[in-house]
């Protein structure tokens, strides 16, 4: 099937920012850029594709959502009426706790006694950066590349081989922006 050129992802970006705007090392600020000129190539996909045929997919409009480039005001107050209590709240039972508020990572909590066996949960650092994706399937996603292109804070859940984590890893997304893109 042959989509029109409007429906390829970066004819409908609208975003008057580019993935420089956000931070990160000089290799982070490179993928982001790979991914961003692979955009061209990418289409939408749409109810055509068996995947997508019951979704409300042809409804998104990307040219109405904006990445949020910076993060959250460090002071919750700074939030406005939905103050926005950025630490997360204490384990209670979970291995791990993430918490990311419009894509951007705000806190990491690790049980000590998993951690001093091995289980990392953090920001990935350029050590990290190849291991980025390797699960997904070779021909790009569309969305997948997206968030790779947009990703402020990728996170890294390292679990060593043969360890068991008997609780869960919570990842708590947030979005609070008003016609803000998290990734």
Excluded: C, K
């Excluded at 951690?115 to 990290?128: F, K």
């Amino acid at each position: 099937m042959d989509l029109h050129y409007a429906d390829r992802i970066y004819s409908v970006l609208a975003f008057d920012t580019t993935p420089d705007a956000l931070d990160g090392s000089a290799a982070l600020r490179a993928r982001r850029a790979r991914s961003a000129s692979a955009l061209v190539d990418l289409e939408l996909p749409t109810t055509d594709q068996e995947e997508w045929r019951y979704s409300r997919i042809g409804e998104l409009r990307l040219a109405d959502w904006s990445p949020v480039t910076a993060p959250p005001p460090a002071d919750p107050l700074e939030a406005g009426d939905g103050a926005l209590a950025l630490d997360g709240p204490a384990l209670d039972g979970e291995a791990a706790r993430v918490l990311l508020v419009d894509g951007h990572l705000v806190s990491v909590q690790v049980d000590a006694a998993l951690a001093a066996r091995g289980l990392v949960v953090r920001a990935a650092d350029d050590d990290d950066l190849a291991a980025l994706g390797v699960a997904l399937p070779d021909a790009p996603l569309p969305f997948a590349v997206l968030n790779d292109a947009w990703a402020p804070a990728p996170v890294v859940v390292r679990i060593p081989a043969g360890m068991v984590v008997d609780r869960p890893i919570v990842v708590e997304v947030r979005t609070v922006t008003a016609g803000g893109a998290a990734f």
